[in-house]
């Protein structure tokens, strides 16, 4: 079972406190609450009191921007073929419907591909180079994705296809570079960019604000439902991103999108990051898990509310299909973990079983890491080639794990906390110990030990409508 909770009670910053509360107006308590989250500045305590997009960074600041930017236009001018290659998740599908928005208005021909999660899996499909030649397509720009697909990239070069690369997670084995025309990542080498926790819509959003010159601001509600379902930090341009999306998505236009609220049972409540991890997130990801994430973009890019809400029904029957097949692998993976593992010796939980839907090991590996407070990888096996999902604890860093296992992964990619992999069903049991001798290596007693993080005591005499309100303000909560 999960272990006690180690209590983390912040030291209190005095000297910011008095600050904040003096420059600023507002409660000693909400100024050390902003101290205790990393904000150290006045100008900073401003930036997030008072989100505006006016604040959003230049999205010329990528040094690949203004290459991008001139390709596009190229190819629209001259009225050439693009190809949107897009993840099949939110995050993947809303950068996807975001772009497409963008080309269509400013008059490109284009087209879209999203690969099959279970048949393909992540990244630029090994048959890109086949895929691009079959819909006439002599620039690929991909969308929360491409940034490890060194080989298929090179493959679209040797064709005479130019290739823009849009995505936010980790670069692996740069080290000569990669062969995009450009490359629109705050997380590559030397990047000058001034933030680097952008989601995939994130990044596509600044791609599709150079283009047009325009702050997108109407387009809100798309990125921030991408950016807060992706889990990344909402600090910030992903604060601003998301307190106005948020509010957005309240009073939408899209016709999927209203279909959506109505359909899961919160069309006239007041939008919260929560709502948007727990219902429509799960919701829209549905389809991609089990089948294809081509209906998720229909919902998004339909302009028809009839239509819209009859998508949204079926999504619907989705979800509640995943929820069943979910529950059933969630029990297996819990009975192995009970019968087989040696919490002694596993400090990483690498859990295999046939038969499991690849569609829904990411969900899975989060239960069961948050049960245990371990990392957690869980693998459908197969005869061949098996794929895998991984999540870890705060202190673990599973994508650079990960590449000190590279020679037995088939590929791999993701973020520090999340992860995907495909391995041979032969390297399964040498991955495992190699892995777990790693973590030996990296992880103390104590990062086992899931920390519950105590900002201040209080008096109940504090927690006053004035203090409520103030806590209003500090929304969207998340990671």
């Known amino acids: 079972m999960r272990p006690r909770k180690v209590l983390n009670i912040a030291v209190a910053d005095l000297k910011l406190q008095n600050l904040f509360h003096k420059e600023l107006g507002i409660s000693k308590i909400t100024a050390q609450l902003l101290a205790n989250r990393g904000v150290d500045s006045l100008s900073e305590a401003d930036k997030f009191l008072r989100v505006s997009p006016t604040n959003l960074l230049d999205p010329f600041s990528f040094q690949d921007m203004p290459k991008a930017v001139k390709l596009i236009k190229e190819f629209i001018k001259n009225k050439e073929k693009i190809l949107i290659f897009s993840d099949y998740d939110v995050d993947g599908i809303t950068s996807l419907a ?21 048949k393909e899996g992540y990244g630029l499909s090994k048959n890109i180079v086949s895929i691009a030649k079959d819909k006439k397509a002599k620039l690929v720009i991909t969308a929360d994705c491409g940034i490890n697909s060194h080989k298929e990239i090179c493959d679209l070069r040797h064709n005479g296809i130019e290739v823009i690369v849009t995505d936010h997670h980790e670069p692996f084995g740069h080290e000569k570079g990669i062969a995009a025309s450009a490359v629109i990542n705050p997380k590559v080498k030397d990047s000058n960019y001034g933030y680097r926790d952008l989601a995939g819509v994130g990044v596509v959003y600044k791609l599709c604000q150079a283009l047009t010159r325009n702050l997108l601001q109407e387009d809100l509600d798309l990125v921030s439902l991408g950016t807060i379902a992706d889990s990344v930090p909402l600090t910030g341009e992903n604060r601003i991103i998301a307190k106005e999306g948020l509010m957005r998505i309240s009073k939408t236009e899209r016709p999927g999108l209203k279909a959506l609220l109505e359909t899961s049972g919160i069309k006239d409540k007041v939008m919260t990051s929560e709502f948007v991890s727990f219902i429509l997130g799960p919701r829209i990801n549905a389809c991609g898990r089990l089948d294809s994430a081509e209906l998720s973009l229909k919902l998004l890019m339909s302009r028809d509310e009839a239509q819209a809400l009859e998508i949204a029904e079926e999504i619907e029957k989705y979800n509640r299909q995943r929820q069943k097949i979910e529950s059933g692998i969630l029990e297996e993976a819990y009975d192995l973990v009970e019968r087989e593992i040696d919490f002694k010796e596993h400090k990483v939980l690498v859990i295999a079983k046939e038969g499991w839907h690849q569609g829904l090991l990411g969900i899975v590996a989060a239960k069961i890491m948050d049960k245990f407070y371990r990392p957690t990888i869980i693998i459908s096996k197969t005869d061949g080639l098996c794929r895998g999902s991984g999540r870890s604890i705060k202190n673990f860093h599973l994508f650079e794990s990960l590449s000190e296992c590279a020679e037995l992964l088939e590929s791999f990619g993701g ?22 001798l790693l973590a030996k290596e990296k992880l103390r007693v104590e990062d086992l030990l899931p920390g519950l993080d105590i900002d201040m005591e209080l008096n109940l005499s504090d927690l006053d409508h004035g203090f409520v309100r103030e806590l209003d303000i500090l929304e969207p909560f998340g990671t």
């Open 98 to 118: 975001l772009l497409n928005d963008t080309l269509l208005k400013s008059g490109a021909d284009y087209s879209h591909y999203i690969p099959h999660r279970v």
């Open 415 to 436: 973020h520090k906390h999340a992860t995907g992999l495909v391995i041979a069903s032969a390297n399964i049991e040498e991955f495992r110990n190699k892995i777990n």
